[in-house]
């Protein structure tokens, strides 16, 4: 039999693809189309728990219209940070849908926080006002800034950002590095109050806990506003989910399967899963005043998608290292 090598891509090598995030967001509309016609095999995700509030999961997916099959098994440690470690860490690795022969193994970070961006840019594409002016961040980390990225992409219009951090030095760094990469207006603001009364679009992105001390209240929303609760329930209010006239999530069985273990305690009923909008099954937004918020908790065909693409260039740009299985 001869040798089988496969691609080892580092986290410097996945950054060095640079696959923009216009084309993930694209990618990702895709897939949620396909997800909403049930042309994608992803069982739910198992995970393990060796600490609180922190998770090692096992996120598999097969696309066949991309040719791409693979798992994600990625952790997530909130203390991480005392130790000068990241929050988020892993490894995908992609196969071969014809032969299951690994093709590439790679660092999943850079996936992992433009794919989350994306996704919400793929949600507000359905669920927001296309015109808003006024975004809100509250948690000034990867993810709020990858979510400021690709939703400036899906709501070009937009010119200006209040943010939130429990951390001043990570607000100003924030304002000061978005800024200058989105050319929006930033404004840190003093109390997520003040961010949220004055957003169209509101994203939280703080760490995920099982035990939060959320804030946001119900009258702080406005008419027609979109929320992408990025960190689930941490940050709104039983008031808030309530006031909502819609609530949607990336995956309905996945979302009911967190709420079973202690999350999301306050949500409605859940309007839609967001590949059935995406896929024309049911409406989007049907109105300006509409309040809609879309709950994304992070999909494997997400990962999956994104990773073909990077394996495919990184191949053509002699990126990475090829080593023997």
Known sequence: MKTQKFLYLSKSDVEKVDLPMAEIIDTLDQAFIQKGH??????????????????????????PSLGAAGIKWVSGYPENYKKSLPYINGLLILNDPATGMVLS????VWITAMRTGAATAVAAKYLANLDSKTIGILGCGVQGRTNLKALKIII???????????????AIKYSEDMQEETGLQIKIAKSPK????????????????????????????????FASPVDFDSYFKKSSFLNCDKFVTDDTSQCLYYKSLGYFKH?????????EIAAGIKPGR?????????????????????AIKIYKRAK???IGKWLEL
């Open 38 to 63: 049930g042309e994608i095999e992803m069982p739910p995700k198992p995970g393990i728990h060796t600490a609180p509030d922190a998770f090692i999961h096992a996120m598999p997916a097969y696309i």
């Open 105 to 108: 193994v790679m660092d999943c």
């Open 156 to 170: 070009p219009g937009l010119n200006n950002c209040i943010i939130y951090d429990i951390y001043e030095k990570a």
């Open 194 to 225: 003040e961010v949220v009364e004055n957003s169209e679009v509101i994203v939280t992105a703080g760490p995920i806990l099982k035990e939060p001390n959320p804030v946001i209240e119900g009258n702080w929303l406005k008419p027609g506003v």
């Open 267 to 275: 949500i409605p009923e859940i309007y839609a899963d967001l590949g």
């Open 286 to 306: 049907k109105s300006r005043d509409e309040k809609i918020m879309c709950a994304n908790l992070g999909l494997a065909m997400d990962d999956v998608a994104v």
């Open 316 to 318: 053509a740009g002699n």
